[in-house]
């Protein structure tokens, strides 16, 4: 910053995308961008790392719609480690690495097994991996007495089965004359290798648009701080098979955030990993240097922080995307735009503004698929939402440990008392399911995109134009001089 006053700042509401010329047909549109170097999604949403937004049921239904979830980390490594494991076995041409049972597991034990991962059959393998038989909520249902083996009830060997490689349509084709719903693959050695689901197969055409590993399975990402045991938190969600790792704090211009970006990077070289959050052109430019791949911008916008007023820190969202896209774009690392959007139209000019992708708290956090209970007050339907840096979110609950205090560098406070929350804990509207949330989103988007000119993301940056408005604009911007009676599925006044 030449001087001591840096340009002006500016956010969503001082701006409009400017209408262009446009020539495309809304079928042509492309909202497919990268969140990293290395990991495209179809549509360019994340949803917040916060626990009352995603855990592995939102990370599933945002991979699902095209974007990626990244998995909060206020929960002990096995946990969060558990979850990646969840959305990544949770659907794909094959499952490479199916849950098994062992024949001497009791039924109660196979029960409780196929609640935990919503499946309704497991194949029966002996430690080495050997296929015995599969058991199938068919063999389990007529069986009162729990205590029962598995292997008295298991429909054994020989099953139809297939051979690792066997193509989509063959493995359909088996599935569909023996009127089947698993498929087990095997090797010649007769060794469990993987297994092929009609659900699957199912999802995968209703769901044509989700976003996938090379493998065919969800994507999913990870959150992770920089005290304690961090660092072993990032290897065991490399290990679950997480896609990317966010090292998640609320200043990222700081060594520490740096230091444990390198530390990751080193150790898994394969697996993109992302910085943040910084709001300035060097903080951009720090992260760079400690090597990211993906760069998460957004100091204080958020719907539940604080720290603009506990601590006088941050920059309206817009102008710190800009700032930092100028040093990204030179690097070519992607950037995301992280909290403060209320409406569609912010995504667009997020992107506008350099963004490649944005990452959604409060407009997710009110989803059936996010954590935590309805709630009903006056009749209107509300879902619990609240700040990472919130006393509630830092505080340590009886046997319940908090690790999100480390994303606001108050790991070593004391005692709950001593901690300076930078969030505040509420309530957001019910929404319903993901799915039409989104579509309502995207669709926004869409029209963005018809609206400015640009038919892919990049199109859409590079030809946007803002126009910066007045509190009269914004005023005319909103609906005016009316009532409103019926409810839009896109607009709320908030
Ligand atoms: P929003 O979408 O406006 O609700 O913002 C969500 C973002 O806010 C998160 O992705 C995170 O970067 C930030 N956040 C989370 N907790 C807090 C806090 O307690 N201050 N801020």
Redesign the pocket.
């Known amino acids: 910053v030449p001087g001591k006053f840096a340009t002006l700042g500016l956010t969503y509401d001082d701006v409009l995308l400017l209408p262009g010329a446009s020539d495309m047909a809304p079928d042509q549109i492309d909202t497919s961008s990268l969140i990293s170097k290395n990991v495209r999604v179809n549509v360019p949403l994340l949803s ?3 626990d009352k937004v995603t855990e592995s049921r939102m990370a599933i239904a945002m991979a699902r719609q095209g974007g990626v979830g990244v998995l909060h980390r206020n929960l002990s490594i096995a946990d969060q480690a558990n979850q990646v494991d969840l959305v990544k076995r949770s659907e794909s041409g094959m499952v490479t690495d199916p849950i098994t049972v062992h024949p001497d597991a009791t039924l109660a034990e196979a029960d409780a097994i196929c609640a935990k991962f919503r499946i309704s059959g497991v194949p029966v393998t002996d430690p080495a991996g050997k296929l015995l038989g599969i058991v199938t909520n068919r063999d389990m249902a007529f069986e009162s007495d729990r205590s029962r083996q598995v292997r008295e009830v298991m429909t054994p060997m020989p099953l139809v089965t297939g051979k690792v490689g066997i193509s989509g349509v063959d493995a359909m084709e088996l599935l569909r004359r023996h009127k089947i719903e698993k498929l087990p693959l095997v090797d010649d050695a007769g060794i469990l290798k993987g297994l092929i689901t009609v659900k699957d197969f199912v999802k995968a055409e209703k769901y044509p648009n989700a976003a996938k590993d090379a493998e065919g399975r969800l994507l999913v990402g990870a959150a992770v701080g920089v005290a304690g045991d961090a660092f072993e938190r990032a290897q065991a969600l490399v290990a679950a098979g997480v896609d990317f790792i966010v090292v998640d704090t ?1 200043h990222g211009h700081s060594r520490l955030v740096g230091d444990m970006v390198a530390k990751i990077k080193s150790d898994a070289p394969g697996i993109d990993v992302i910085g943040g ?1 910084i709001a300035t052109r060097d903080g951009a430019q720090s992260l760079i240097d400690a090597g990211v791949d993906g760069i ?1 911008v ?1 100091v204080g ?7 603009r007023v506990v601590a006088g820190i941050g920059v309206p969202q817009v102008t710190a995307i800009y700032e930092a896209s100028l040093a990204a774009k030179e690097a070519g690392v992607p950037v995301i735009g ?5 409406y569609s139209g912010d995504i667009a000019k997020a992107l506008v503004a350099g963004a490649d992708t944005v ?5 997710l ?1 009110g989803c059936e698929e996010s954590p935590g209970e309805l709630m009903f007050i006056n009749g209107k339907q509300f879902k619990s ?6 006393l509630g ?1 830092m505080q340590t609950r009886g046997e319940q440990k908090s690790f999100s205090k480390d ?1 606001y560098f108050q790991e070593g406070v004391a005692s709950d008392e001593k901690l300076v ?4 804990e509420g309530q957001v509207p019910y929404r319903g399911p993901l799915s039409a949330v989104v579509h309502q989103l995207v669709g926004g988007l869409r029209q963005s995109m018809f609206y400015v000119g640009g038919r892919t993301v990049p199109d859409l940056q590079a030809n946007g134009r803002f126009v910066r408005i007045t509190s009269a604009g914004l005023k005319e911007s909103h609906p005016h001089d009316i009532q409103m009676t019926v409810e839009a599925p896109n607009y709320s006044r908030s």
């Not at 939402?385 to 919130?390: A, D, K, L, N, T």
């Open positions: 917040a790392a916060m609320a959050n998460k957004g916008p958020g719907s539940i922080c604080t720290t992280d909290g403060g959007l209320q990452m959604l708290g409060s407009l956090a939402y609240r700040g990472m840096g919130s979110a994303r929350p930078e969030g505040i």
